[in-house]
Every structure is written in structure tokens, then in C-alpha cells.
């Protein structure tokens, strides 16, 4: 017998409060759907009646995590159609943030991962060292969150000697730290059972859904704007693209553990070969008309702005695809013939942080008609009861 | 691949269905084709650029006519897929039969420009309220938004 469970759609939270409906045979999850727009700000009817310095602001409160990689699209783009080049102390500067924010937000998603799976330790541990690259940004820019340091032109605040110094030293930190991290997967086998064979997402479907991200490469797929776009300096910059291709949460897991230490040689690069010189230039007013494709690599993934400017100082239309959009469909089908106990690990695994906050679920029996309401920390208990009764996966590898 | 190689590939696939193709910047392509021409070109990104990545498709409201522009992914770079539709009939074939993924963005067109997007295996609103009143589309230009007047129950009137 088949009943559905809603789930959402308010999550204080979120930046994207969704709506998903289960529809479930006893444990089994048979079909999800989703329904969004709860949240819907207009934010893209909003841009074309601000201006190109205004609109940078804007677009860096689409996201609370990775707010910066909302305004490093928009402004790169703006850039261009503005016809200047931002000097290369500027972009150096711009991509430190960035990376340090990819740094913060896989270091909280690895949280929340370990919450989820009901491995606590690890959660305070991650989240603690999460303060270390939090402080950083709050020296560099003024702000732990919004950082507000892109300009069109370039950024806005230069980094010292000594600042450059204590970047270095962090991220030393963190560069220790996450290697107990990587070791924590081959000494703690129930973390790596519980995540391994959740929410799979074969190879051909998660291109089909057009997957991004971490999503997208834990399925095996090497895909990474930074390599298959190289704007600024990625082209020169050495990194790798992090893959794994166990195609489920561990694959996950392990893609942002990777990434975390592409991002350490990515920040040392940058801090080694600063170049000196002005960090801005000045920008003018107008733009002549135009139209720009800027994609970033945001920390959940590929980030697409599309800025069609008209010859005055606001843009004829901006168009924004967030990473999280991009992956609901892959979500569906990671969540298709799942159990309602894997609910919180799977959504944990795309990194829309719905599992973050505290929310009901309500169940509908349809045998009975009968409804009640879930927090879903008791949810978050089920599961847990149900992977501690269940027999542990031996020998699951950790794919490193 | 570089962008000339992918325009002369399109050219190649789909010849006189390419209305126009330019290259603005390095690693962007874009291409004008007819509404039905879409998916065509959509096999050709993934047959011969050997990439079924659809990041998302933009519309823009031009007057009289509505443009719908398909970005693709790829490799190296992106490719562009514009095409113009008439604003008094505005009905396009849906892309999901090549790329399902296409599906949430379509129907983000449906709501917000209230384009008929044909074909399309579940065409419920997506971003629109429940009791978002017909033939209001926030992003055609003509759009505007009289607040209505928030009536607090057990309130004043």
C-alpha cells in the first residue's frame, strides 16, 4: 500500500525553503516530488531596476553559505561587459576568498554529513576548525559572512604582510586537520558503512539530470568549471579535479574531503605568488550593449549568470541558475527506492544544508487516515535506531 | 575543441538550421536557430561535443518577441542556443525528451514568462503560489505588481 509523506516546505534555515512529497510503500521511498518557489524574492525582476555596483550586493545575499560566489559570477560578468580588467592583485585577492570560502563550506557540510550519520564527534570537531577559516575571512574582508569585497574593477580591501602570514599559518591548521579527517575514514568503519550505498546516482543519470558539483563528481564525472572554464587564473593554478566514483554519499563525502585539500594548494599558490599592485581600477557607470555567459564553480557547484546589459547603467536582464536547482532532479532519483531513514543523509549529500534545521514531518498513514507530525530530530532517531540494528556493511573500502 | 571547430561541427550537423553563429568571447559560442531546431541542436551537443549538460535556459522578453536561450556545458567552454518566438503565440517545443534535466527550467519558463512549453511531462506550476492569479508573468516586461492590500483576519478592515 502506497502513502505520501510531505516534507517542508518551511525551513527557517534554508535560502531555498522546498516542499517534497514521498510517496512511500512501508519504508520504501517510490516517488518524490517537489514543489518550490516558497521563498521566490523576484530577485531577477529586482536586478534590472539596480544598478551594476548595487546589483553586486545583491546578487551576494542569493546565498548565506556561499555568498561570495554569487557576486564573483555577477561581477566577472559585469566586467566584461563594462569593457575593464580587473588588476591581478584584484583577482588574486577575489579568488583567496573564494577558495577560503569553498574551505568553510565543505567544512561545514562535512558537519553536517557527521551529524546526519550519527557521528556527533565529528561534527564538533569539523565545525570547530570551521572557526579557523571563518576568523580568516573576518580578517581579510570585515565580515564572517558577507564579505562584500568584490567591486566592479576589482576588490576592496588589500591584504598586509602579516595577514598574509596568518592565512598561511591557518591554513597550516587546517591542512593537519584534515588529514585526521581523511584518516578518520580508514580507522571508523561504521561512518564509512553508514554513508556507502546511500542516495546512488549512476553515472548516466546524473548527467542526464544535468547534476553539478560534488554531486556530478562523486559520480565519476571530472566535471569542475575551474578545469573546463578556466576564468581568471585557474588555468594556471594547480589543481586537481577531486572525482570518486562510488557514486553514492561516501562518494560525496570523499570528493569534498579532496577538494578541501585542492582548495590548501590553491590558497598557497595564490599567497605565494601575489603579485603587487593597485587591487582595483576604476569602473565606469554605463555598459554598452551586450550580453555575457559568466559560470563559477561555487562550492555546490556550477554557478551560470546571464547579464544582457542595454547601454544604461542597469542590466536589460539577469538571469541566475544556483547549484542547489540544478541538482533536485538528481536528488529524486537518489531518493527514489531509498529508505524514509535516509531522508536526512540524502538531502545532507547535495548540500542544500535542508537538514540543518529543525522541522516537522508529517506522516500519513493511508490505511487509516490517520496523521502525526514528526520533528525531525525523531526522524533523524529512526534512522539511527535503524542502521544500529542493522548488520554493519564489513569491508566497505574507503575510496581514497 | 576550440569554438571555431564547434561552430564548423554545427554548421557540418545541421547547415542551413543555423541561422547565425558567432563566437563573442573565448569558450563562448552562440547560436540562433528555429524554435523546432532546438532539439537538433541539442543531439549535436551531445553526439559530437560528447556533453549532455544543460546549466540552464534564459528568457528575455525583447518587445514583440520572446528569446529563449538554451547555455550548454561542455569541456571547454559553453554553447549558446538562442531562439526567438512571437510574444502573441508564445508556444515552444519542450527539450526533455533529449535532456531530461531541461525539465525545472521549462517550467520556470512556463511560470515566469508564460511561454506554453509543449511536451513537457509535468507542466504544474513550479515557482508561482497556489493561488497565483492566470495570466500574471513577473518577468515580461509589461509586468507590474499592485501590492494588494494585506487583510489581517480578526483585524481591522
Known amino acids: 500500500m502506497k502513502f505520501q509523506i510531505p516534507i517542508g516546505p518551511q525551513h527557517p534555515a534554508l535560502k531555498e525553503p522546498i516542499s517534497l512529497r514521498m510517496t512511500v510503500e512501508g519504508e520504501v521511498i517510490r516517488d518524490a516530488d517537489i514543489r518550490l518557489g516558497y521563498n521566490h524574492r523576484g530577485l ?12 553586486i550586493y545583491l546578487t551576494e545575499r542569493i546565498c548565506g553559505i556561499c555568498s561570495h560566489s554569487h557576486a564573483v559570477a555577477f561581477t566577472q560578468g559585469a566586467e566584461r561587459l563594462l569593457e575593464i580588467e580587473p588588476p591581478k ?22 558537519g553536517v554529513a557527521g551529524h546526519e550519520a550519527g557521528f556527533d564527534t565529528f561534527f564538533m570537531y569539523t565545525w570547530r576548525d570551521r572557526e579557523v577559516v571563518m576568523d580568516l575571512l573576518e580578517m581579510i574582508s570585515g565580515n564572517r559572512v558577507h564579505y562584500a569585497i568584490n567591486t566592479l574593477g576589482g576588490v576592496r580591501r588589500d591584504l598586509d604582510e602579516a595577514l598574509r602570514k596568518k592565512i598561511l599559518e591557518g591554513l597550516d591548521v587546517l591542512k593537519q586537520r584534515s588529514e585526521y579527517y581523511f584518516k578518520i575514514g580508514a580507522s571508523e568503519p561504521t561512518f564509512v558503512a553508514r554513508l556507502a ?39 594556471e593554478a594547480p589543481f586537481e579535479v577531486a572525482t570518486a566514483d562510488t557514486c553514492d554519499v561516501l562518494g560525496r563525502t570523499v570528493v569534498r574531503i579532496k577538494e578541501l585539500f585542492e582548495s590548501y594548494k590553491i590558497c598557497g599558490f595564490i599567497l605565494k605568488n601575489l603579485p603587487s599592485g593597485p587591487v582595483a581600477v576604476k569602473a565606469p557607470r554605463k555598459a554598452k550593449p551586450g550580453e555575457v555567459v559568466s559560470r563559477y564553480e561555487a562550492p555546490r557547484g556550477e554557478n551560470i549568470h546571464y547579464i544582457k546589459s542595454n547601454g544604461t547603467d542597469k542590466p536589460e536582464r539577469l538571469k541566475v541558475r544556483a547549484p542547489t536547482l ?7 532519483e537518489m531518493l527514489r527506492d531509498g529508505f524514509i531513514a535516509d531522508i536526512p543523509l540524502i538531502f545532507a549529500a547535495i548540500d542544500p544544508c535542508i537538514c540543518c534545521a529543525e522541522r516537522t514531518v508529517e506522516l500519513r498513514d493511508a490505511r487509516t487516515g490517520e496523521e502525526r507530525s514528526v520533528r525531525f530530530s525523531e526522524l533523524r532517531r529512526t534512522a539511527e535506531e535503524r542502521f544500529r540494528r542493522l548488520p554493519a556493511q564489513r569491508n566497505v573500502p574507503w575510496p581514497f | 575543441m576550440t569554438d571555431q571547430e564547434k ?15 558567432t563566437s563573442p568571447s573565448p569558450r563562448r559560442v ?4 528555429a524554435p523546432a531546431d532546438v532539439k537538433a541542436a541539442a543531439e549535436v551537443v551531445k553526439t559530437d561535443l560528447g556533453s549532455e549538460h544543460l546549466s540552464t535556459i534564459s528568457g528575455l522578453d ?25 510574444k502573441a503565440d508564445p508556444r515552444l517545443p519542450s527539450l526533455c525528451p533529449v535532456v531530461p534535466g531541461a525539465i525545472l527550467y521549462e517550467r520556470e519558463l512556463q511560470d515566469m514568462f508564460g511561454i506554453a ?8 506550476p513550479l515557482l508561482t503560489p497556489d493561488d497565483w492569479p492566470a495570466g500574471n508573468f513577473p518577468l515580461r516586461k509589461d509586468w507590474t505588481f499592485e501590492r494588494p492590500q494585506e487583510k489581517i483576519p480578526g483585524g481591522k478592515t
Do not use: M
Open chain 2, 30 to 33: 552562440f547560436l540562433t536557430v
Open chain 2, 62 to 86: 525583447l518587445g514583440e518577441t520572446f528569446e529563449i536561450i538554451y547555455h550548454f556545458g561542455d569541456s571547454a567552454g559553453n554553447v549558446n542556443v538562442r531562439t526567438r518566438i512571437p
Open chain 1, 44 to 55: 531577477e525582476k529586482l536586478a534590472e531596476q539596480k544598478s551594476y555596483i548595487q546589483n
Open chain 1, 197 to 235: 550505498g546511500v542516495g546512488k546516482l549512476p553515472r548516466e543519470r546524473a548527467l542526464a539530470l544535468c547534476a553539478v558539483g560534488p554531486t556530478l563528481r562523486a559520480s565519476g564525472i571530472p566535471n569542475d568549471v575551474r578545469k573546463d572554464d578556466p576564468f581568471a587564473f585557474y588555468g
Open chain 1, 89 to 110: 592583485r584584484g583577482l588574486y585577492l577575489r579568488h583567496l576568498v573564494a577558495e577560503l570560502e569553498r574551505i568553510h563550506s565543505h567544512l561545514l557540510w562535512l
Open chain 2, 117 to 124: 512549453v509543449e511536451g513537457l511531462p509535468d507542466p504544474r
Open chain 2, 7 to 21: 561552430i564548423a561541427k554545427f554548421r557540418e550537423r545541421l547547415g542551413l538550421k543555423i541561422l547565425e553563429a
Open chain 1, 326 to 332: 540544478a541538482n533536485y532532479p538528481a536528488t529524486v
